[in-house]
T-cell receptor, first 113, second 110 residues
Framework: DGGITQSPKYLFRKEGQNVTLSCEQN?????MYWYRQDPGQGLRLIYY???????QKGDIAEGYSVSREKKESFPLTVTSAQKNPTAFYLC????????????FGSGTQLSVL | QKEVEQDPGPLSVPEGAIVSLNCTYS??????FMWYRQYSRKGPELLMY??SSGNKEDGRFTAQVDKSSKYISLFIRDSQPSDSATYLC??????????WGAGTKLIIKP
């Protein structure tokens, strides 16, 4: 089955620790995105990538980093500089940005210990 | 003021009722309007996609856009318990970025 796989489903971070969220897609999509979802707020774009080895900051990139070494993979690292990392993180992909339909993974809930 | 406003609910209705979900927005440059459905702790999935003003129907779902009032709606006919979810509106700005509403939680009571 084609789709987007996010792992882990739940992740706990200790203070000062960097953690990495995995996102893999087998839809052959060019564009991939990371969103953050907080209660009572709309989805906010962290980073996006339209092509391998290239990515752009979204609205709330501070404290996060990404890489796009393969078309299928777009991991997100939440660094210790992100002081309020507790949120539901969603990875998405589309055939070509920006007008194509977004397909989302099932999300990763990150919490701080 | 947020660019996209959406009542968070929860909106609770009996099974079989017609549901109306709404978003208002402030940016007159928005051209594409989308409704996504999100089940608890899952990723959103696209329900409806409309361009500019007018209506679009797909089965039990109708999306309506009124650009003059900066108001979009999603109607669900013959609502089912399986429709219980959070419904997110999203709009595309001139930079091709999506601006999201906060979502309305819908509960359909059997």
């Amino acid at each position: 089955d084609g789709g987007i796989t996010q792992s882990p489903k739940y992740l706990f971070r200790k203070e000062g620790q960097n953690v990495t969220l995995s996102c893999e897609q087998n839809l052959n999509h060019d564009a991939m995105y990371w969103y953050r979802q907080d209660p009572g707020q709309g989805l906010r774009l962290i980073y996006y990538s339209q092509i391998v080895n290239d990515f752009q900051k979204g609205d709330i990139a501070e404290g996060y980093s990404v890489s796009r070494e393969k078309k299928e993979s777009f991991p997100l690292t939440v660094t210790s500089a992100q002081k309020n990392p507790t949120a539901f993180y969603l990875c998405a992909s589309s055939m070509e940005s920006p007008d194509e339909k977004l397909f989302f993974g099932s999300g990763t809930q990150l919490s701080v210990l | 003021q947020k660019e996209v406003e959406q009542d968070p609910g929860p909106l609770s209705v009996p099974e079989g009722a017609i549901v109306s979900l709404n978003c208002t927005y402030s940016n007159s440059a928005f051209q594409y309007f989308m409704w996504y459905r999100q089940y608890s702790r899952k990723g959103p999935e696209l329900l409806m996609y409309t361009y500019s003003s007018g209506n679009k129907e797909d089965g039990r779902f109708t999306a309506q856009v009124d650009k003059s009032s900066k108001y979009i709606s999603l109607f669900i006919r013959d609502s089912q318990p399986s429709d219980s979810a959070t419904y997110l509106c999203a709009m595309e700005d001139s930079n091709y970025q999506l601006i999201w509403g906060a979502g309305t939680k819908l509960i359909i009571k059997p």
